[in-house]
């Protein structure tokens, strides 16, 4: 079930936010909860009732592990380290990963590496696989460290299933999301929990709607269709592409930000204008920031503090690695991996230009330089393979491939200048250029949503706001596509 | 300032009113006969059908049961049904759409051979269609809408087309929609803009051929006729084949095309395409053209066409 669905907005929502109040009003709490997960699983197994088994099995055995870990001492299992039982949950959870993510993608290697014939699993990924994987190592870690006093099956339930966060994040951490479900204050519907968690699902709704999925079709025939691209397409592929997933994904952020707040728990934000960022450090700081927090604190230090002796260039080794596996994250594809690499690459070299070259880089080239630079990576991001990257790349980058439009054909003739439709081999047209512009005004020009959120205040305008952006996207959603970040 | 319950509450009311309304609109109207449960005599034949070929013979399709389809592009779609009734054809139904591409065509072919139980299939397959980059699949989007109630009774698009059939009924007729510009100007503009766009990013479709390949093998194994048919263009647009140098791909496609099935050629130099008065533009005959072709296609006779016989059938690796 897609939050751009019909079933999921008309039928299912009102139904789960209704009974979940209900059976609290009727001081039914531990039932709300046990119906919080349950409405949640049933979100989940709605794409396929075959990955139920295997979420429910994650959830039981990092459960264990982590009570565990918690109630070591009086445990029957002090036999066991608590490093011991973390390695366990670590190898758990990393060897689900592996198994249904990169089996595939390790036995190909493997093949083309040393000639074997070994005979590829074809597993289907189970959905928010990574997701829900990162989220639960988080909570081994910190359980490990003592950072987790006391914990419950239905409490932890609810912390890796909720629904509003469960397929794509933002990935959230224990301490920020137990207490919520605990205080009793959330209990009660709050209307201007609900106001405002209708307000920015409304604009994630749009965000993805009207914005990503009309992107969707320049970026999907240019990278996957096309056969061939000339400049104009080429650079109208790229940036299709890099507009579509910042609206699909940080729309799809939105809405989960507002799902949740229906319910009363506040969700970290995920974005914040990542676009404006005029260096590479500034925009990871700015971008999927829920992960970036995540891969700095269970990778990027445990890497650091591997080290005996910490420099300022082992440091820029620990930031590679930390990106390299970062892309891999993504998916079981050297396209990833390279996506990872570029820009681990590109923050190593923010920071030297920070402490060796000493000199401040004007702001604007800053931000025509970092965009450029993360509008290339994304190229790597989309790309299936390495031939469809190049043929994007190097259209982009290539002045024998220049079109101009055919009205001019009667008019100028220039040498190795042919003239035709300057988006037509991606199925784009007039208004393909308009968006285009409109797309680096929505990012560059307006307030993000979260600043949007916190201006919120009951009035007209932004009932008028509302009505408008809710009742046109509503009636807009005739082409139910899915959130690109599902299939990480 | 109002209230936080207040902003919910009205607000909520007016996006369900406006919801409800777009709802009970759609469903009365009904402009491609989802329900068929109100009749106000409206010219949904013409009015939704313009606005969306695809959707409208999707949907009157899966409520009729038909032996005999043509498929392909809207020079396939200017056969009309009479056309073929006035000469005693019984099940006929026409599945070409105007700006269709050639994946639209051949799933509409599995669309038609999944719900009815098919004994001829006419499918036309014009050069210009007959390009891998020309690849825009629009009917997936049409049978989206068939197979979610919500997406068509809920939506803007339903809305505007009732809307245009409740105007052309009780307000004033909608006009349909013509070029703006004169003949002779609309010819030079299909014939140089439009043909740029076709040929200057041709690709040969193997692709595509396969799967035409598929679904003549499956018409061998069910029993059904299959047929291809080259629609007739003007040679004006013709000569244009060899100015953008395809000349090889075009006679490669007639080979191939020969390859998999009987083919029923109109396209070559003769007396009916050599002349503008049988055309509305480089690439669509008119009406008296359209009624010659039936005529040639349901009897078999050769007035302006040419025959392939199929030479022989790959077999699909």
């Known amino acids: ?480 596509s899915e959130f690109l970040y599902f299939q990480f | 300032m109002m209230t936080f319950r207040k902003f919910t509450i009205v607000n909520m009311s007016v996006v369900s009113l406006i919801m409800t309304l777009l709802f009970t609109v759609n469903f009365v109207v009904d402009p491609y006969n989802f329900n068929n449960i109100f009749d106000f005599d409206f010219r949904k034949n013409v009015i939704s059908k313009s606005k969306n070929y695809r959707l409208w013979k999707l949907s009157d399709l899966s409520r009729k049961s038909k032996s005999y389809v043509i498929l392909g592009d809207s020079r396939s779609g200017n056969l009309e049904e009479v056309y073929f009734e006035r000469l005693g054809v019984e099940g006929f139904y026409n599945l070409g759409y105007g700006g269709g591409t050639l994946s639209e065509a051949i799933d509409s072919f599995w669309i038609a051979a999944g719900n009815n139980k098919l004994e001829k299939v006419i499918f036309g397959v014009p050069f210009s269609l007959f390009n891998e980059s020309n690849n825009l699949n629009l009917l997936l989007e049409a049978e989206d809408v068939m197979d979610n109630p919500f997406k068509y009774y809920l939506s803007s698009f339903t809305f505007s087309a009732s809307y245009m059939n409740v105007y052309d009924k009780y307000i004033g007729r909608v006009a349909q929609e013509v070029p703006p510009m004169n003949k002779e100007a609309f010819w030079r503009h299909q014939l140089e803009g439009v043909t740029n766009g076709y040929y200057s990013t041709y690709v040969y479709p193997d692709r595509s051929l396969m799967k035409l390949k598929e679904i003549s093998e499956y018409c061998a194994e069910m029993g059904i006729e299959f047929i291809f048919f080259i629609p007739p263009t003007h040679v004006d647009l013709q000569s244009r084949v060899a100015d953008f140098s395809l000349t090889r791909e075009y006679s490669l496609y007639k080979d191939d095309l020969c390859k998999i099935a009987n083919v029923i050629d109109f396209d070559y130099l003769n007396k009916v395409t050599a002349s503008k008065d049988n055309f509305t533009d480089p690439y669509h005959f008119n009406e008296k053209i359209a009624i010659k072709i039936v005529e040639e296609i349901v009897n078999d006779t050769q007035f302006f066409s040419k025959r392939c016989e199929i030479k022989e059938v790959d077999p699909i690796i």
Not at chain 1, 182 to 191: T, V
Not at chain 1, 243 to 261: C, N, R
């Open chain 1, 1 to 480: 079930m897609l939050f751009n669905s019909h079933i999921f907005i008309f039928i299912f929502l009102p139904i789960a936010f209704f009974l979940y109040f209900y059976l609290n009003k009727i001081r039914l709490v531990r039932v709300s909860k046990l119906w919080m997960v349950f409405a949640s699983l049933f979100f989940y197994s709605w794409w396929n009732i075959y990955y139920l088994p295997l979420i429910l099995a994650s959830i039981s055995i990092n459960y264990f592990v982590a009570r565990k870990m918690i109630e070591h001492k009086n445990s029957q299992f002090e036999w066991l380290s608590k490093t011991l039982l973390l390695k366990i949950g670590l190898a758990f959870n990393i060897g689900l990963l592996v198994y249904f993510k990169y089996m595939d993608f390790f036995i190909t290697n493997t093949n083309e590496l040393i000639g074997s014939q070994l005979g590829l699993l074809h597993l289907a990924l189970p959905l928010a696989i990574s997701f829900f994987t990162l989220q639960q190592i988080a909570f081994l870690v910190d359980s490990n460290e003592g950072l987790v006093k006391k914990i419950n099956l239905l409490d932890y339930s609810i912390f890796v299933t909720f629904f509003p966060q469960l397929i794509a994040g933002p990935i959230v951490h224990h301490k920020e999301m137990m207490p919520q479900f605990a205080d009793a204050k959330n209990k009660l519907i709050n209307y201007e929990n609900v106001s405002k968690g209708l307000f920015i699902f409304s604009i994630g709704l749009f965000k993805k709607v009207v914005i990503a999925d009309t992107f969707a079709v320049w970026a999907t025939t240019g990278f996957d269709s096309a056969e061939s691209l000339n400049l104009f397409a080429a650079w109208a592929t790229s940036l299709s592409y890099t507009f579509q997933l910042y609206f699909d994904f940080s729309g799809y952020t939105d809405m989960a930000i507002g799902l949740a707040l229906l319910f009363n728990i506040r969700l970290p934000i995920n974005f914040n204008s990542p676009y404006k960022a005029t260096g590479m450090i500034d925009f990871w700081k700015r971008w999927h920031i829920t992960l970036t927090n995540f891969i700095t604190t269970y990778i990027y230090t445990p890497i650091l503090r591997s080290f005996n002796v910490l420099t300022f260039n082992k440091a820029m080794i620990a930031t590679l690695i930390t990106f390299l596996i970062s892309g891999l994250w993504h998916g079981a594809s050297w396209m990833f991996v390279i996506f990872g690499g570029l820009n681990g690459l590109g923050i190593i070299i923010n920071h030297y230009w920070k402490k060796k070259a000493k000199l401040k880089l004007n702001k604007y080239l800053g931000w025509f330089i970092t965009f450029n630079y993360v509008n290339i990576t994304f190229v790597f991001f989309r790309a299936r393979e390495v031939d469809d990257a190049l043929k994007v790349l190097s259209s982009m980058f290539s002045l024998s491939n220049v079109v101009l439009p055919s009205f001019l054909a009667s008019r100028i003739e220039i040498a190795n200048v042919k003239f035709g439709g300057l988006v037509t081999s991606i199925h784009g047209d007039g208004y393909t250029p308009i968006w285009l512009v409109l797309g680096f005004v929505f990012v560059l020009g307006l307030k993000n949503s979260i600043e949007r959120l916190e201006l919120f205040r009951p009035n007209v305008a932004h009932s008028i706001f509302f009505v408008f952006i809710l009742g046109y996207t509503l009636s807009s959603m005739n082409n139910i």
